[in-house]
């Protein structure tokens, strides 16, 4: 971090194979250590493991994990892969545990784990996906990483258990929903970026600028997320349109409608949340008065202002390819539609 940059624009028509290309090697022996570090002689836990994780994703974290150590020095060991399959592992046990608790049938436009093999299967393999994030990170000796993905840990934690509290509750306030995001997802993608400080030895002040930069992503991520919640198509958002609003969940579109709506207006939507009884009719209602008062559009601008901090986060990094991955990332995320 010797010489200052500004952070480039958002680019147009970013191609997520050409962002992932430099990396294919390291994210080839990731996916081949996922895959042999879920081994148990205990059959349905590599079952399902393998079904969850073999259903794909485009393994951002681990990406802005090998990227950041890069970026920061890290050219030697393997730390970078066992350290990106913990961090795969404690997204994909949250994955299991959170489609048990939403009742989800569908993921990633197939069959959800615990739909297949029931709920009480699916929450011990998340279990077991932990236990073994935990292994791994004790293998590294490192207390530093420990105390990353620890506190991360506990921030989803503490993030689903303020999602789950504030189901249906249609006066839920920006500042509990942001900060919610920030729990359930932001948290765990600052994590990978702090690992990749630590792993390249980077000095405080990088080390913080990159944690920075890995919060407003995630931040911007799950905004971003909870847009397309209303906006993909069924067919390419893997889940049903809408799921957020039959769940009961008053993400940042909702709430910035109910803000500005009419009175009428806030008691249907009211009304939606605490009866629980949303069916098409009531979806595309919500919907109307989502775009009625921007409440989407505002959900994909504040995703942006989010992304445009965390390019201002690098701006003291020296210009080089994996700074580039970083900023093409970050507005990766506000540009794609799935």
Same mark, same amino acid.
């Given at each position: 971090?010797?010489?200052?940059?500004?952070?480039?624009?958002?680019?147009?028509?970013?191609?997520?194979?050409?962002?992932?290309?430099?990396?294919?090697?390291? =994210?080839?022996?990731?996916?081949?250590?996922?895959?042999?570090?879920?081994?148990?002689?205990?059959?349905?836990?590599?079952?399902? @493991?393998?079904?969850?994780?073999?259903?794909?994703?485009?393994?951002?974290?681990? &990406?802005?994990?090998?990227?950041?150590?890069?970026?920061?020095?890290?050219?030697?060991?393997?730390?970078?892969?066992?350290?990106?399959?913990? #961090? +795969?592992?404690?997204?994909?046990?949250?994955?299991?545990?959170?489609?048990?608790?939403?009742? @989800?049938?569908?993921?990633?436009?197939?069959?959800?784990? %615990?739909?297949?093999?029931?709920?009480?299967?699916?929450?011990?393999?998340?279990?077991?996906?932990?236990?073994?994030?935990?292994?791994?990170?004790?293998?590294?000796?490192?207390?530093?990483? #420990?105390?990353?993905?620890?506190?991360?840990?506990?921030?989803?934690?503490?993030?689903?258990?303020?999602?789950? #509290?504030?189901?249906? %509750?249609?006066?839920?306030?920006?500042?509990?929903?942001?900060?919610?995001?920030?729990?359930?997802?932001?948290?765990?993608?600052?994590?990978? &970026?702090?690992?990749?400080?630590?792993?390249?030895?980077?000095?405080?002040?990088?080390?913080?600028? =990159?944690?920075?930069?890995?919060? %407003?992503?995630?931040?911007?991520?799950?905004?971003?997320?909870?847009?397309?919640?209303?906006?993909?198509? @069924?067919?390419?958002?893997?889940?049903?349109?809408?799921?957020?609003?039959?769940?009961?969940?008053?993400?940042?579109?909702?709430?910035?409608?109910?803000?500005?709506?009419?009175?009428? +207006?806030?008691?249907?939507?009211?009304?939606?949340?605490?009866?629980?009884?949303?069916?098409?009719?009531?979806?595309?209602?919500?919907?109307?008065?989502?775009?009625?008062?921007?409440?989407?559009?505002?959900?994909?601008?504040?995703?942006?202002?989010?992304? +445009?901090?965390?390019?201002?986060?690098?701006?003291?990094?020296?210009?080089?390819?994996?700074?580039?991955?970083?900023?093409?990332?970050?507005?990766?995320?506000?540009?794609?539609?799935?």
């Amino acid at each position: 971090m010797t010489k200052s940059t500004q952070a480039r624009p958002a680019a147009r028509g970013i191609d997520y194979k050409t962002i992932v290309g430099p990396y294919a090697a390291d =994210l080839a022996r990731v996916e081949e250590a996922i895959r042999t570090n879920f081994r148990s002689s205990v059959a349905l836990i590599p079952d399902i @493991s393998a079904y969850l994780m073999g259903s794909g994703g485009k393994r951002i974290r681990p &990406l802005l994990l090998i990227a950041s150590s890069r970026l920061c020095g890290y050219s030697r060991g393997d730390l970078h892969i066992d350290m990106s399959v913990v #961090v +795969e592992y404690v997204h994909a046990a949250t994955l299991l545990h959170d489609d048990v608790v939403d009742g @989800s049938n569908l993921r990633r436009g197939a069959e959800s784990a %615990n739909a297949r093999f029931g709920n009480q299967a699916s929450v011990l393999v998340g279990d077991f996906l932990f236990a073994r994030s935990l292994e791994l990170l004790a293998q590294s000796g490192d207390m530093k990483l #420990v105390a990353a993905v620890a506190r991360a840990t506990k921030n989803l934690a503490e993030g689903e258990v303020l999602q789950l #509290v504030n189901t249906a %509750n249609a006066r839920t306030t920006k500042e509990i929903y942001l900060d919610t995001v920030y729990r359930k997802t932001g948290a765990l993608i600052q994590a990978c &970026l702090e690992i990749g400080a630590i792993l390249g030895g980077a000095e405080p002040e990088p080390a913080k600028a =990159l944690g920075g930069y890995g919060r %407003n992503v995630g931040i911007a991520f799950q905004l971003m997320d909870d847009a397309l919640d209303y906006t993909a198509t @069924s067919e390419k958002w893997g889940k049903p349109v809408g799921g957020d609003f039959h769940e009961g969940k008053v993400t940042m579109p909702l709430i910035w409608a109910f803000a500005n709506a009419s009175e009428k +207006e806030r008691a249907f939507i009211a009304a939606c949340m605490e009866s629980g009884e949303t069916g098409p009719a009531e979806l595309a209602e919500a919907i109307f008065i989502m775009e009625k008062y921007g409440g989407i559009e505002r959900t994909a601008e504040t995703a942006r202002e989010y992304v +445009e901090t965390a390019k201002r986060n690098l701006a003291g990094f020296t210009p080089s390819p994996h700074l580039d991955t970083l900023i093409s990332l970050a507005d990766y995320v506000v540009e794609r539609r799935v």
